[in-house]
């Protein structure tokens, strides 16, 4: 039987650019990918690969641009958090501008830019790979998989952290960041069929130091998101019989927000990738070894 590998890519914002350099690895390794799942950034990157995108010219695209000014966010928690009571208060006075049919809020249309432009306005029917995007019912808390339609529009809503970006209205729900129910969707990755999978984790760790109201509130979140997360994960290492390989790149130390380490974050993805290439082989591609060598396959 022949192994079918599925990549799940979590979210993290900035961090999450490590994925790119995970695939440029995981690529140059000639490891296969069957299945591709992504969750906020995860989806973005991941939406190229599985279109059959040059990855290495994505590469120095994103290495050009200016993504905290294209994307108008900034890399301080305060300053963003002092913007949503802004922008809660003006939508309390004049109604909230996301909730009107045919409606693109300002910070939506800057998303749809930037993933209009990455997956050249291809839509899910034109994929090489099998890809799926995890996003979230804001009105329900239920995940919602999407597999149809433009990918810009998907990859937008998966990517909508609340509060910063508006939800993203979408067959009568509106749709948020799908790190909120399933930051690393091995899941889903299970359910489109792969028997292995290669997790990239780029989550936000437990190790930050605590100074503020504000950051404990933030801690609260990563740590329930953790513990989710990691329930998750033990359900689908039993599912996959031990298949599963999570790995995570250094880059916890880089801000949701903070685009300006675009570079470091590729070079950690591709730098945990290498690192662990043996252990893919030996872990994921076992089976197709051993079918490959009948006179282990005993042993």
């Not at 002092?82 to 049919?101: A, H, N, T």
């Not at 830019?113 to 979230?136: C, G, K, M, W, Y």
Request: aromatic share 4%; with cysteine; proline share 3%.
């Amino acid at each position: 039987m022949e192994t079918r590998i599925g990549l799940a890519l979590g979210g993290g914002g900035a961090r999450g650019f490590a994925h790119l350099g995970a695939l440029l690895a995981l690529e140059e390794a000639e490891i296969p990918c069957h299945y591709i799942a992504g969750t906020s950034m995860g989806a973005a990157i991941g939406a190229v690969k599985a279109l059959g995108g040059n990855l290495r010219k994505l590469e120095r695209l994103l290495l050009c641009l200016d993504l905290n000014d294209l994307l108008q966010v900034s890399d301080s928690a305060l300053r963003e958090l002092q913007r949503i009571i802004g922008r809660s208060m003006m939508d309390y006075v004049r109604g909230s501008l996301w909730k009107e049919e045919d409606a693109v809020p300002h910070d939506t249309a800057r998303l749809h830019e930037l993933f209009s432009l990455l997956t050249a306005n291809r839509a899910f029917s034109d994929t090489q790979i099998p890809f799926a995007v995890v996003t979230t019912d804001v009105e329900t808390g239920k995940r919602v998989v999407l597999t149809e339609g433009k990918l810009y529009d998907a990859i937008t809503a998966s990517t909508a952290v609340p509060g910063v970006f508006s939800p993203v209205a979408r067959d009568g729900r509106y749709l948020i960041d799908g790190g909120i129910v399933d930051k690393l969707p091995t899941d889903v990755i299970i359910d489109m069929g792969a028997t292995a999978a290669i997790a990239i984790d780029t989550g936000a760790p437990l190790t930050r130091e605590i100074g503020t109201p504000l950051d404990a509130v933030l801690q609260s979140q990563r740590a329930t998101s953790q513990y989710l997360t990691t329930l998750q994960l033990e359900r689908s290492r039993a599912q996959l019989e031990g298949r599963l390989m999570v790995i995570q790149p250094d880059v916890g130390w880089i801000r949701m927000f903070d685009f300006t380490h675009v570079d470091e974050a590729i070079q950690a993805g591709k730098d945990a990738v290498r690192a662990r290439l043996d252990e893919i082989r030996l872990t994921i591609l076992a089976e197709a070894s051993a079918a490959s060598n009948p006179s282990h396959s005993g042993s």
